[in-house]
């Protein structure tokens, strides 16, 4: 009889450890977090001995339609305390109806939000914190909120993460009627929102193909970035290909069409592989910047026209330019800044 009161005990103080993650109160959740203080932008403070104990108090309300909005604050280790009021839109993400994500924003002007998603499907998901759970079977584990925020001016991170959180039927019902939506890569790709990468590589390669009457020519570059983030490795890869066509002869009048394309994207991390993508990467062509396109022609010629032909767009990433020109060979190069 003492031996079935002792299993019961324990398996009534692993229940209880599982559902106080999270303690509703008048729509409030008071939930333990952790901070990494002070973090650099290569990462290399984003240990989880670097992490310090915080605590967060946070208030979910969910309006009409997809708009949310969270408040609370976030007291650390020395009593001070940061607060934020965060608000913006959720969709469900098309790739995975189960995981919602946001576009939000800190009206208090205190914290970037580096993540947050609700994840109703939980067994193909992951934990970026301490391993605070290490103890709780991950098949207990069936939902949880996460949202991780970065205070602009001291820079730190902090990681909130919340589990099987208990839903009202209201909320449930407005998270079933939420629209489907297309994360954009610096969601799909937090981790760049948070450090920078640590190397940066370029390979090239140049084929030249013979056919009569003009002279087509190839090359590409392959560049790729690494980033340290939580003990990981994570690497990311783009291949630009650039297509030269131009007259065989330097006689009359001729055309000189300038392909630029990106041929592959894809990422690599062992450790998490939810920064695994066989077909995509966060790096992307002239963000913020210009792609310049530099035209040189030799004594006596000279450029008659240039047209677009065809603008550049993530699902096709492919852009072509079709330059006239007069007396002789141009000769042509692409700049183009990766971000």
């Given at each position: 009889m003492k031996k079935i009161i002792f299993i019961l005990l324990i398996f009534s103080l692993i229940l209880v450890f599982i559902v106080t993650y999270i303690q509703p109160k008048n729509n409030k959740i008071f939930v333990k977090s952790y901070t990494?203080?002070?973090?650099?932008?290569?990462?290399?403070?984003?240990?989880?001995?670097?992490?310090?104990?915080?605590?967060?108090?946070?208030?979910?309300?969910?309006?009409?339609?997809?708009?949310?909005?969270?408040q609370g604050k976030i007291k650390y280790p020395d009593n001070t305390e940061d607060k934020f009021y965060i608000e913006g839109e959720i969709k469900k993400s098309e790739d995975n109806e189960n995981i919602i994500f946001g576009d939000l924003v800190d009206k208090s002007n205190t914290f970037e939000i580096i993540d947050f998603r609700l994840d109703n499907d939980f067994k193909n998901s992951f934990l970026y914190s301490v391993d605070d759970y290490k103890n709780?079977?991950?098949?207990?584990?069936?939902?949880?909120?996460?949202?991780?925020?970065?205070?602009?001016?001291?820079?730190?991170?902090?990681?909130?993460?919340?589990?099987?959180?208990?839903?009202?039927?209201?909320?449930?019902?407005?998270?079933?009627?939420?629209?489907?939506g297309k994360m954009d890569l610096k969601t799909k790709f937090w981790y760049s929102k948070l450090v920078k990468h640590t190397t940066r590589i370029k390979e090239n390669k140049i084929n030249e193909i013979k056919v009569a009457g003009i002279h087509p020519k190839y090359s590409s570059e392959l560049h790729y970035h690494t980033y340290d983030f939580l003990g990981a490795h994570i690497s990311e890869f783009i291949e630009i290909g650039y297509y030269y066509n131009y007259p065989a002869k330097t006689v009359g009048h001729g055309n000189v069409v300038t392909i630029l394309k990106i041929e592959k994207k894809y990422n690599s991390c062992a450790d998490y592989p939810e920064f695994s993508d066989p077909n995509n990467s966060s790096l992307v062509i002239g963000l913020g910047r210009d792609s310049v396109i530099q035209l040189q022609t030799d004594e006596g010629e000279y450029i008659r026209d240039l047209t677009l032909a065809k603008q550049a767009k993530e699902s096709n990433n492919e852009l072509q330019t079709k330059i006239g020109w007069a007396s002789g060979n141009p000769k042509t190069g692409i700049n183009v800044p990766l971000d």
């Amino acid at each position: 009889m003492k031996k079935i009161i002792f299993i019961l005990l324990i398996f009534s103080l692993i229940l209880v450890f599982i559902v106080t993650y999270i303690q509703p109160k008048n729509n409030k959740i008071f939930v333990k977090s952790y901070t990494y203080m002070n973090i650099d932008t290569k990462g290399t403070k984003l240990s989880k001995k670097n992490a310090v104990e915080s605590k967060t108090k946070i208030k979910f309300d969910f309006l009409y339609k997809n708009k949310i909005i969270l408040q609370g604050k976030i007291k650390y280790p020395d009593n001070t305390e940061d607060k934020f009021y965060i608000e913006g839109e959720i969709k469900k993400s098309e790739d995975n109806e189960n995981i919602i994500f946001g576009d939000l924003v800190d009206k208090s002007n205190t914290f970037e939000i580096i993540d947050f998603r609700l994840d109703n499907d939980f067994k193909n998901s992951f934990l970026y914190s301490v391993d605070d759970y290490k103890n709780v079977e991950k098949s207990n584990i069936k939902k949880a909120i996460r949202l991780y925020l970065l205070n602009k001016k001291t820079r730190n991170f902090t990681m909130i993460e919340i589990l099987n959180p208990n839903y009202t039927k209201s909320q449930r019902e407005f998270i079933d009627k939420l629209e489907t939506g297309k994360m954009d890569l610096k969601t799909k790709f937090w981790y760049s929102k948070l450090v920078k990468h640590t190397t940066r590589i370029k390979e090239n390669k140049i084929n030249e193909i013979k056919v009569a009457g003009i002279h087509p020519k190839y090359s590409s570059e392959l560049h790729y970035h690494t980033y340290d983030f939580l003990g990981a490795h994570i690497s990311e890869f783009i291949e630009i290909g650039y297509y030269y066509n131009y007259p065989a002869k330097t006689v009359g009048h001729g055309n000189v069409v300038t392909i630029l394309k990106i041929e592959k994207k894809y990422n690599s991390c062992a450790d998490y592989p939810e920064f695994s993508d066989p077909n995509n990467s966060s790096l992307v062509i002239g963000l913020g910047r210009d792609s310049v396109i530099q035209l040189q022609t030799d004594e006596g010629e000279y450029i008659r026209d240039l047209t677009l032909a065809k603008q550049a767009k993530e699902s096709n990433n492919e852009l072509q330019t079709k330059i006239g020109w007069a007396s002789g060979n141009p000769k042509t190069g692409i700049n183009v800044p990766l971000d």
